[in-house]
């Protein structure tokens, strides 16, 4: 499964995020591992840690074979996460990304809010370690089909990578 991004982000205000090829295909792996965690942190027995980060839950509409919606304001940022994707709005902007592999171009994703999601995504999951034990999250990729693209540990270091790398293009 791939993340629906294109090598040029494209915006039309006053953002654009470029990201090399490379960056990109990290990006699209890593996505598609932190939608796999974010699903397995909304079903832990323990408890569920997208709850207690303080996420609010909207049931799927009837009939409709999607997910509910997980919704947080925090830190600047209005955060909607599903079974299809996530969405970040901030006062500067807005970005979504797609889950859906077939979805191969983001017309207009601004730089700023795609920076400012992955940097919230890396506190997540550094809180994750920090709230449900070091193991966690490795346990919860170990789960899947296939083997992890990243180990679990260095997921918080990842996201601030690549947001620094969307801060770097944006400002070119």
């Known amino acids: 499964m791939a993340i629906a991004i ?14 090399p090829p490379r960056d990109v295909q990290r990006l ?17 027995v323990e408890g569920n840690l997208l709850a207690l980060r303080g996420f609010s839950r909207t049931p799927p509409p009837p009939g409709r074979d999607v997910s509910g919606t997980y919704r947080l304001r925090e830190d600047g940022l209005e955060l909607e996460l599903s079974s299809l994707g996530v969405r970040a709005r901030s006062a ?16 207009r994703v601004d730089g700023a809010a795609l920076a400012a999601l992955m940097r919230w995504v890396a506190d997540y ?43 770097e293009g944006s400002s070119g």
């Open 92 to 107: 500067g902007g807005e970005v979504f990304l797609d889950r859906d592999p077939m979805m191969r171009q983001v017309p």
């Open 6 to 19: 294109a090598v040029v982000l494209q915006y039309s205000g006053e953002s654009m995020a470029t990201l």
């Open 125 to 167: 999951e550094a809180w994750v370690q920090r709230t449900a034990g070091a193991d966690w999250r490795g346990a919860a990729l170990g789960q899947r089909s296939r083997p992890p693209a990243f180990d679990a540990a260095s997921m918080p270091h990842l996201w601030r990578e690549l947001a620094a790398r969307v801060d």
């Open 28 to 44: 699209e792996r890593l996505f598609d591992q932190q939608m796999w965690a974010f699903g397995r942190d909304a079903t832990r």
